[in-house]
């Protein structure tokens, strides 16, 4: 078992930038979300996708969307990066929308 | 405003002593409380639901409506259990929307 995967691993933007993060659910799961975490805070949610449609939505701006593909992967896009994005951003995926989720190792964005 | 507040960074305590990490939180609705962890160089972790109600590794939380408050608890502590410990707290389901801060707890032998 692979695990949830998310790349790239590390990624350097500058502000104004648009950024594309990537994550592969665990086989067979279907929901996933996704978490932005600052340097010394916990994660905070930011989308969640069951079946390629919006589950939920946490409190980020417009800037930040997300979608779900049919094999289940997703995308989280960000676009006119600001300095207060650089963050680790966390995938997490689970088998429906109300299972346990599994988390990945997370992405982490510098913004320049 | 939903809130999760984990007032102590570190925690350090000798094996075989008890373990107490605190959690308060704030939501106006029905909460759904977790407790997830973090070894050294792993993945982030679901170790406890309150819903569940089932202890894992030794470890138990209860909620405590009156007090707003899920601490996590642990009758002896053991070396592998240093780790960094999360509260969470969801309005459903097993999606945790709002993390606390996370307390670091060292287990010194």
């Known amino acids: 078992d692979a695990g949830v995967t998310q790349s790239p691993t590390h990624l350097i933007k500058t502000r104004g930038q648009h950024v594309t993060l990537r994550c592969s659910p665990i086989?067979?799961?279907?929901?996933v979300s996704w978490y932005q975490q600052v340097l010394g805070q916990g994660p905070q949610f930011i989308f969640q996708y069951y079946e390629k449609e919006e589950r939920g939505r946490g409190n980020f701006p417009d800037r930040f969307s997300a979608r779900q593909f049919p094999n289940y992967s997703s995308e989280l896009n960000v676009n006119a990066l600001l300095l207060g994005d650089s963050a680790l951003y966390l995938c997490?995926?689970?088998?429906?929308?109300?299972?346990?989720?599994?988390f990945g190792d997370g992405t982490r964005l510098s913004i320049l | 405003a939903q809130r999760v507040t984990q007032p102590e960074k570190l925690l350090s305590v000798f094996k075989g002593a008890p373990v107490e990490l605190k959690c308060n939180y704030s939501y106006s609705g029905s909460p759904e409380l977790f407790w997830y962890v973090q070894y050294s160089r792993q993945r982030l972790q679901l170790l406890l639901r309150?819903?569940s109600r089932e202890s894992i590794k030794g470890f138990t939380a209860d909620l405590n409506k009156g007090e707003t408050s899920f601490h996590l608890k642990k009758p002896f502590a053991q070396e592998e259990d240093s780790a960094m410990y999360y509260c969470?707290?969801?309005?459903?389901?097993?999606?945790?929307?709002?993390f606390g801060k996370g307390t670091r707890l060292s287990v010194i032998a």
């Open positions: 086989s067979g799961h279907k929901s």
């Open positions: 997490a995926s689970s088998l429906t929308a109300d299972q346990p989720q599994h």
């Open positions: 309150h819903i």
């Open positions: 969470a707290l969801g309005n459903s389901g097993n999606t945790p929307l709002v």
